[in-house]
């Protein structure tokens, strides 16, 4: 994969604004992570709480499973990947909420299906009929083999993941949901996705699940590259069983974040399987296309949902600044720019990273504000809720320092200043 360096004095001016940046966006990690070390933890229950208020106070005690799920990887990916991060307390409070999530995440054991929310002590209360709340808890199951080595985390992981196959490619019946007579035949591109998502974690240095799980990997990357529609000019956010474009409001639906979020995880799977036209198409349609699309040009920021006939769209909030749209772009920028070294991605990458370091942290208390209004001014204060938890953010913030770091390391030898001869390595 060859990557565009620049020389001489360019290339000590770009040295210096990465390094700033790795330095800013670690700073704001560390500060992310202690936000929810020092609030979000259930010492009794276990479990953690994620509705918290501006400066960490608990709302609320609900405990939602995506969150659960979330947090638990998170941490565990904190732990085996960052030294810094390789402490006791991180280990055990992501220990705690994997036993919770093994006591009470599911409905009626030893039936896989998991519950939405749940009161602060496991009780259910409420269950969608879809396959995320499972997705998460296959995520958070395998991180924790990852880290403990202890391997009845990881049949949980894959029992789990191949019940959600069962569900999405054989027999959806076991998730309660009727089908209507009027029931459109649509796919939403969220299920391959994750889907994709929970290969690529199952399949990290594990020769077995690699194998056991090419084929799925495969199939979701096609499914996800079906919702290109309209001549290659637009994503759309659902399509008909068999990729076509569907009437009304269902079809014309796009989410510029989704889009870019589902671009990273494509060209990741591109990246390791080789696959060079696939790369090249999915930076453009997957990064480049959502982002000028779905970029307000009069006050900045990710609209988060769009029309594609350009017609008003029927969601409230359709044109709020949320913060995972913008977590999302900046990874999907910067690994990119990292595979293609085209100047034109990292400078996107820097116009992202500043509107959401300017608009979304909050310098007073820590972490980021998750949603504001079109204009880029707060809207709720809240720092967690049921759908905003220690996620998007660390995880954003995480991996572009790893892929900071990797590009400062290919600018690092001492060379010929006039060579410009590019390197060989993904950053990744």
Same mark, same amino acid.
């Given at each position: 994969?060859?990557v565009?360096?620049?020389?001489?004095?360019e290339?000590?001016k770009?040295?210096?604004?990465?390094?700033t940046?790795?330095?800013?966006?670690?700073?704001?990690l560390?500060?992310?992570?202690?936000?929810?070390?020092?609030?979000?933890?259930?010492q009794e229950?276990?479990?953690?709480f994620?509705?918290l208020?501006?400066?960490?106070?608990?709302?609320?005690?609900?405990?939602?499973v995506?969150?659960?799920?979330?947090?638990?990887?998170?941490?565990?990916?904190?732990y085996?990947?960052?030294?810094?991060?390789?402490?006791p307390?991180?280990?055990?409070?992501?220990?705690?909420g994997?036993?919770?999530?093994?006591?009470?995440?599911?409905?009626?054991?030893?039936?896989?299906?998991?519950?939405?929310?749940?009161?602060?002590d496991?009780?259910?209360?409420?269950?969608?009929?879809?396959?995320? =709340?499972?997705?998460?808890?296959?995520?958070?199951?395998?991180?924790?083999?990852?880290?403990?080595?202890?391997?009845?985390?990881?049949?949980?992981?894959?029992?789990?993941? %191949?019940?959600?196959?069962?569900?999405?490619?054989?027999d959806?019946?076991g998730?309660?949901?009727?089908?209507?007579?009027g029931?459109?035949?649509s796919?939403?591109?969220?299920?391959?996705?994750?889907?994709l998502?929970?290969?690529?974690q199952?399949?990290?240095? %594990?020769?077995?699940?690699?194998?056991?799980?090419a084929?799925?990997?495969?199939?979701?990357?096609h499914?996800?590259?079906?919702?290109?529609?309209?001549?290659?000019?637009?994503?759309?956010?659902?399509?008909?069983?068999?990729?076509k474009e569907?009437?009304?409001?269902?079809?014309?639906?796009?989410?510029?974040g989704?889009?870019?979020?589902?671009?990273?995880?494509?060209?990741?799977?591109?990246?390791?399987?080789? %696959?060079?036209?696939?790369?090249?198409?999915?930076?453009?349609?997957?990064?480049?296309?959502?982002?000028?699309?779905?970029?307000?040009?009069?006050?900045?920021?990710l609209?988060?949902?769009?029309?594609?006939?350009?017609?008003?769209?029927?969601?409230?909030?359709?044109?709020?600044?949320?913060?995972?749209?913008h =977590?999302?772009?900046?990874?999907?920028?910067?690994?990119?720019?990292?595979?293609?070294?085209?100047?034109?991605l990292?400078?996107?990458?820097?116009?992202?990273?500043?509107?959401?370091?300017?608009?979304?942290?909050?310098?007073?208390y820590?972490?980021?504000?998750?949603?504001?209004?079109r204009?880029?001014?707060?809207?709720?204060?809240?720092?967690?809720?049921?759908?905003?938890?220690?996620?998007?953010?660390?995880?954003?913030?995480?991996?572009?320092?790893?892929?900071?770091g990797?590009?400062?390391?290919?600018?690092a030898?001492?060379?010929?200043?006039?060579?410009?001869s590019? =390197?060989? %390595?993904?950053?990744?």
């Amino acid at each position: 994969i060859s990557v565009w360096l620049p020389g001489g004095e360019e290339m000590e001016k770009e040295r210096e604004t990465l390094q700033t940046w790795k330095e800013r966006v670690g700073q704001e990690l560390d500060r992310v992570v202690a936000f929810w070390m020092a609030h979000s933890h259930d010492q009794e229950y276990g479990g953690f709480f994620t509705c918290l208020g501006r400066d960490g106070h608990v709302y609320d005690d609900l405990k939602y499973v995506w969150l659960q799920g979330r947090q638990v990887w998170m941490y565990c990916h904190l732990y085996r990947k960052f030294e810094r991060f390789r402490r006791p307390e991180l280990l055990d409070s992501a220990k705690a909420g994997g036993e919770f999530l093994l006591r009470y995440a599911r409905v009626a054991p030893p039936g896989k299906k998991c519950a939405f929310v749940l009161t602060r002590d496991g009780r259910p209360i409420k269950v969608q009929r879809t396959i995320f =709340s499972e997705c998460f808890y296959t995520m958070a199951m395998n991180e924790l083999w990852r880290v403990t080595g202890e391997a009845h985390y990881q049949r949980e992981a894959v029992e789990m993941l %191949d019940q959600i196959v069962h569900w999405v490619r054989k027999d959806p019946s076991g998730l309660g949901r009727p089908r209507l007579p009027g029931t459109p035949d649509s796919e939403s591109m969220a299920v391959p996705m994750m889907l994709l998502n929970l290969v690529e974690q199952l399949r990290e240095a %594990d020769d077995e699940m690699a194998g056991k799980y090419a084929e799925l990997g495969d199939w979701c990357a096609h499914k996800i590259l079906q919702h290109v529609q309209r001549d290659g000019q637009a994503v759309l956010e659902n399509v008909s069983g068999d990729g076509k474009e569907l009437s009304g409001c269902l079809g014309r639906h796009q989410n510029p974040g989704h889009a870019l979020e589902a671009g990273w995880f494509l060209l990741r799977h591109a990246i390791r399987k080789g %696959d060079p036209e696939l790369r090249v198409h999915v930076i453009d349609k997957f990064l480049l296309l959502p982002f000028r699309s779905g970029w307000d040009p009069d006050h900045g920021g990710l609209f988060y949902f769009q029309d594609a006939d350009g017609l008003c769209p029927t969601q409230l909030e359709w044109a709020m600044k949320l913060w995972w749209p913008h =977590s999302e772009a900046m990874i999907a920028l910067l690994m990119g720019y990292s595979d293609n070294g085209d100047p034109a991605l990292l400078h996107l990458f820097y116009q992202v990273a500043e509107y959401t370091f300017r608009q979304f942290r909050d310098p007073e208390y820590g972490e980021w504000f998750g949603y504001l209004n079109r204009e880029g001014m707060v809207a709720l204060t809240i720092k967690g809720g049921p759908f905003k938890g220690c996620f998007h953010v660390p995880r954003c913030l995480a991996m572009c320092e790893e892929m900071l770091g990797a590009l400062l390391s290919r600018l690092a030898p001492v060379r010929d200043p006039g060579a410009g001869s590019p =390197s060989a %390595d993904p950053a990744r």
